[in-house]
């Protein structure tokens, strides 16, 4: 969907570094989504956020770190990198507040930590 | 927690063939939402069901919330080779905010 981008598509880095993945929807939805994908697993929810300023954690969120200073701008912040934080990293929105609309997914972030 | 659990995890059928998927929640859930990703893609939104026992379809796919809304089912009739991809089903509880994604299954069509 055009309407949220993820940024970069790729990234390689190494253990210790810190990282951040960009997230930018221009659809004013309230709700954004962190998610990881790895095999097995399905898609994992790391942090979400209701609104501008208020962010929640999810199933998986040790070692990430979200801020939401703007309503379409949701980035993700891994501190201190770690060989078990290489994924997929899908960043997700949604209009409505109960969460009885759907997501719309960005195409994703492949990050690799050696 | 919430958990959601999808079976099976990998599927190959011929093409032609029917193929479902079975989705099912540790509690009740308030809505289930069905998803489609296609290989190397990223998830899209397919359907929602709110009622119990709801059944819902789009052309070949045939979506079913079951009565008690603890657990949910997709079929395909006739499968074809635009079908391949991973199928997640994600519900939410009520009055719990966040959506859980089932573990999807993979849905390999063979020509």
């Known amino acids: 969907d055009a309407g949220i981008t993820q940024s970069p598509r790729y990234k390689i880095t190494e253990t210790g570094r810190q990282v951040t993945l960009m997230c930018h929807q221009t659809w004013s939805h309230s709700y954004m989504f962190w998610y990881r994908q790895d095999l097995g697993h399905g898609l994992r929810l790391i942090y979400y956020?209701?609104?501008?300023?208020?962010?929640d954690k999810g199933e998986v969120p040790d070692g990430y770190v979200v801020s939401r200073s703007k309503t379409e701008n949701f980035p993700l912040t891994l501190e201190s990198a770690t060989r078990s934080q290489t994924s997929v990293y899908f960043c997700?929105?949604?209009?409505?507040?109960?969460?009885?609309?759907?997501?719309?997914f960005g195409d994703g972030t492949r990050l690799s930590i050696l | 927690g919430q958990q959601v659990m999808q079976i099976p995890q990998y599927q190959h059928v011929q093409e032609g063939e029917d193929f479902t998927t079975y989705c099912n929640s540790s509690t009740t859930l308030s809505n289930i939402q069905w998803y489609k990703q296609r290989p190397g893609g990223h998830p899209v939104f397919l359907i929602q069901?709110?009622?119990?026992?709801e059944v819902k379809k789009q052309k070949r796919l045939t979506f079913q919330f079951g009565e008690a809304k603890k657990n949910s089912s997709l079929h395909i009739t006739a499968t074809q080779t635009t079908d391949v991809g991973t199928y997640f089903c994600?519900?939410?509880?009520?009055?719990?905010?966040?959506?859980?994604f089932g573990t999807g299954t993979k849905l390999q069509v063979i020509p």
């Open positions: 069901l709110v009622k119990s026992g």
């Open positions: 997700a929105s949604s209009e409505s507040p109960d969460l009885n609309q759907p997501q719309h």
């Open positions: 994600a519900g939410r509880a009520g009055g719990y905010q966040k959506v859980t």
């Open positions: 956020s209701a609104a501008a300023d208020i962010t």
